[in-house]
């Protein structure tokens, strides 16, 4: 049997002199864990950890973990950390548009109140709104 992920000397974004990786994946190195340079890459919740964001950059390289459990394969971009920026802070205007998007979740589309709960995506009414239309559609459809 093959292996799915054979070990391959490539050239890689991080090091001057070529890496083994576990081949290419979307046309970016691949790399299993415990192979990629902690103190080189990241993944972006990892730079997030650090307070840092990926800054527009790139993924440089892909990890992929395997799942024994379900057997399945999920990969992870990975970014150069020497790249990074610090996470930009929250400031009066970003809360307000945050408070902004999140109070038009709440919105219902029909009565236009607030029911102080977050509406379903499918319907975008309240649950009064919702039954008070499902009823009418059944005594028409009677
Ligand atoms: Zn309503």
New binding site residues.
């Given amino acids: 049997m093959a292996r799915r992920f054979p070990w391959v000397l490539a050239a890689v974004a991080w090091s001057d002199a070529p890496q083994f990786t576990r081949g290419v994946h979307d046309g970016l190195p691949l790399l299993s864990y415990g192979c990629a340079p902690r103190h080189l890459l990241a993944t972006y919740r990892q730079l997030r950890a650090m307070g840092k964001r990926p800054n527009g950059q790139d993924p440089v390289a892909v990890l992929y973990v395997r799942h024994n459990g379900s057997g399945k394969t999920s990969f992870a971009s990975l970014y150069l950390i020497a790249k990074a920026a610090p996470v930009r802070p929250m400031t009066p205007a970003k809360f307000a548009a945050l408070a902004k998007a999140n109070l038009a979740r709440r919105i ?6 607030d ?1 102080l709960y977050i509406l379903p995506t499918s319907t975008r ?2 649950w ?3 039954e008070a239309n499902e009823n009418s559609e059944i005594a028409e459809a009677a």
């Fill in positions: 219902c589309r029909t009565c236009g109140k029911p009414q309240c009064k709104c919702f």
